[in-house]
């Protein structure tokens, strides 16, 4: 990732923890020109119609905590629920079993990994890897808030994990790839740190293969999870060029015209 988008996505989900650790009289679930997102951010200065998920125009019904069931909601601490600026549900998606390990990319305020430390129990375990310390922070203190000991929040980027090789049975991730500048690294390293016969069950923003960057750009801005996504054919073949096989994207719903929420599957193969 460039430092310039780097920082852009480092300040959006400082933002972001700061605004719901930071609320007192008032929930930090907020609505905000009828979007509910996880707090305002009029502390910081900026207009009413910002919130720390980008601009209410971009989020909707396509990002946040709604995606998840009630159910999912109330296993965990408010903060978490409220911290959630996904695109999905990674954890459904990637239909974990006891005793697996797993690696959230981008994990925020912990929301998947939580979810996940749960659905492997006690023989498992659950990574979350975030670049912000606000975020790391907020997760920490929802883990300890929680109960949940199998988990460990490490600081890095998704371009270089600092994980070894082999070290998870799964990878997932909601909404963090499309905010990569260099992909093609993201998915090697998700490739790198899988073990063989290891899944990927990722949520994240995909475009319709004849929109170009430039159509996409126009639709959405970087930081807000749209004019950085891969198209359905870049995504499948760039997971192929990597070594994964049996790749999937299933659109689920629509984020922007020509842009949805999609599920993206795919394995390393077990030889």
């Known amino acids: 990732m460039s430092n310039d988008m780097r920082e852009q996505a480092r300040a959006r989900y400082a933002q972001a ?6 609320s007192t009289a008032r929930s930090a679930l907020e609505v905000v020109d009828g979007v509910e997102c996880c707090g305002p951010s009029a502390a910081a200065g900026a207009d ?17 905590s709604s995606l998840y069931s009630s159910a999912d909601q109330a296993e965990l601490p408010a903060r978490a629920v409220a911290a959630s600026l996904g695109c999905g549900n990674p954890v459904m998606v990637a239909e974990l079993h006891a005793g697996e390990r797993v690696l959230d990319l981008g994990s925020g305020g912990g929301i998947d990994v939580l979810l996940s430390a749960r659905r492997v129990g ?27 000991g199998n988990v460990e ?4 980027v998704i371009e270089e994990v600092p994980l070894p090789d082999a070290s998870v049975d799964v990878v997932i991730s909601n909404c963090v790839i499309n905010l990569s500048t260099d992909k093609p690294a993201v998915l090697a390293e998700m490739f790198r740190v ?33 004019a950085g996504a891969l198209s359905r054919r870049e995504y499948v073949d760039g997971l192929a ?31």
């Not at 009413?48 to 946040?64: D, L, N, R, V």
């Not at 069950?201 to 996409?216: H, K, N």
Request: glycine content about 14%.
């Open 48 to 64: 009413s119609a910002s919130t720390c998920c980008g601009s209410s125009a971009e989020i909707g019904a396509a990002f946040g």
């Open 194 to 226: 899988l073990a063989p016969g290891g899944r990927l069950g990722i949520s994240d923003v995909v475009a319709e293969d004849d929109l170009t960057p430039a159509d996409r750009a126009e639709r959405g801005s970087f930081v807000g999870c749209i």
């Open 241 to 271: 060029a990597v070594g994964f096989v049996d790749t999937g994207v299933t659109f689920a719903h629509e984020a922007a015209p020509g842009m949805h929420s999609a599920i993206v599957r795919a394995v390393k193969p077990a030889g």
């Open 17 to 22: 923890a700061l605004a719901v650790t930071g």
């Open 122 to 148: 006690e023989t498992g375990f659950a990574y979350g890897l975030d670049m912000t310390d606000e975020m790391l922070d907020l997760a920490r203190a929802n883990a300890a808030k929680a109960g949940v």
């Open 153 to 156: 929040f490490v600081k890095g």
